[in-house]
């Protein structure tokens, strides 16, 4: 099966031979692909004060065959450009200083997120193969109690949130029904939804962050958006005013978003959980892999009698949690009847990084074979990085 947009953020090699020489050569970048898998559409790190100490901000990119590349200089000083990397084999990327009028032009935005305060404070976001929303504080202080993360399914590559906001709001078509690009038709409810991290209490219960507190969009395309939320002080056992942080990033071609969670405020270890929600549409959909790298599930959607497809969840875990699980819910939410999890344990001044995310029958995801194949090769990924080597 062909690997779709494998992102490798922290572990990408970067920078393990740099030579200054040769300046009107501009910089060479080469990209090696350690594993037979090809992996295709991938967004690659890259330090950039290899290349800007060099050669400035403004840049002209063109891979080996003297295609133009786009790249985005990101928040924390990494530039990123997106291609096809078939397995054993090196790519090369050549830099230049842009020439003004000549090789700079606007690129395409495919990673784009916005906050909607005309709609309870929405934090949306998207990249070319599915859209997210975080509910904010006026949902918050309106009495809202949904927790998890929500799903926007698509099936188009080019941003449409803002627009289907934008009818929705004029009161124009449903964002609820599809009009050829995809729709809302996830159901989150007081629950971990498709993919929400949380802390356990001393009880056992899981401590469900509801909405964002602040949330600062860093990067906002072409290729990546990154997002900073800092959610509400919250009591966790004998801790008082604990504040949990997210650094949410989505990088185009990828299903799945990395997530780097951190908490302010605890004073001892706690059990912390990631977690999708199991509706009584499809109670026995989920799939638990026993090497505990991922887990899936395949939701029906809110009506699954109105022809809506099936939403394909997963999550990653970087590194082996302590176990994965599904535990049911007593009393059921709405239609929530369980969550499948990984728990782990989380220490203060960690940071804890998962990833998680979804696709749809109709944009893109053939069935669950599909889409666990696609999380085990997103897994292996991890494991074994792309080496890039600034030259």
Same mark, same amino acid.
């Given at each position: ?139 918050? $202080?309106?009495? @809202?109690? *949904?927790? /998890? ?7 188009? =590559?080019?941003? %449409? #949130? ?105 004073? $001892?270890?706690? @059990?912390? *959980?990631? /977690? ?7 109670? =026995?959909?989920? %799939? #638990? ?103």
């Amino acid at each position: 099966m062909k690997i779709y947009g494998i992102r490798c953020r922290y572990v990408v090699l970067v920078a393990t031979a740099i030579c200054f020489c040769s300046c009107s050569r501009g910089v060479t970048v080469s990209v090696y692909n350690p594993t037979s898998n090809a992996r295709n559409g991938q967004v690659v790190e890259i330090d950039a004060s290899a290349i800007t100490n060099r050669l400035g901000t403004s840049l002209s990119v063109k891979d080996d065959k003297g295609s133009p590349v786009t790249s985005q200089l990101t928040y924390d000083n990494k530039i990123l450009i997106q291609g096809d990397f078939p397995g054993m084999e090196s790519r090369r990327f050549i830099f230049r200083k842009a020439q003004e009028g000549a090789d700079v032009s606007p690129a395409d935005t495919f990673c784009v997120g916005q906050i909607r305060h005309d709609m309870q404070d929405d934090f949306t976001w998207e990249n070319d193969r599915g859209g997210y929303r975080l509910y904010g504080p006026s949902y918050r $202080k309106g009495g @809202g109690n *949904v927790s /998890g993360y929500d799903i926007w399914t698509k099936s188009v =590559d080019y941003p %449409v #949130l803002a627009s289907r906001y934008d009818d929705h709001m004029a009161g124009k078509i449903s964002y609820h029904k599809d009009y050829g690009n995809g729709m809302d038709v996830y159901t989150v409810g007081h629950t971990l939804g498709a993919g929400m991290n949380a802390l356990v209490l001393p009880s056992g219960e899981i401590a469900y962050p509801c909405a964002y507190q602040e949330c600062d969009i860093i990067d906002n395309g072409p290729l990546r958006m990154t997002a900073k939320i800092t959610c509400y002080p919250e009591t966790v056992g004998d801790d008082e005013g604990v504040v949990e942080t997210r650094i949410i990033t989505l990088d185009k071609g990828s299903w799945l978003n990395r997530t780097e969670v951190s908490y302010e405020g605890l004073s $001892k270890e706690q @059990g912390l *959980v990631n /977690g999708i929600v199991v509706h009584k549409q499809n109670p =026995d959909g989920y %799939v #638990l892999d026993e090497g505990l790298r991922y887990l899936a599930y395949a939701d029906l959607t809110d009506n699954p009698a109105n022809d809506n497809g099936t939403i394909y969840i997963g999550i990653v875990n970087a590194e082996e949690p302590e176990i994965i699980v599904y535990e049911g819910l007593d009393p059921n939410v709405g239609d929530a009847v369980g969550h499948i999890m990984s728990r782990t344990s989380y220490k203060p001044g960690e940071n804890y990084i998962y990833y998680w995310g979804s696709g749809w029958s109709k944009g893109g995801v053939k069935d669950m074979n599909a889409w666990t194949e696609y999380l085990e090769g997103f897994h292996d990924a991890l494991q074994h990085p792309l080496e890039v080597k600034v030259k």
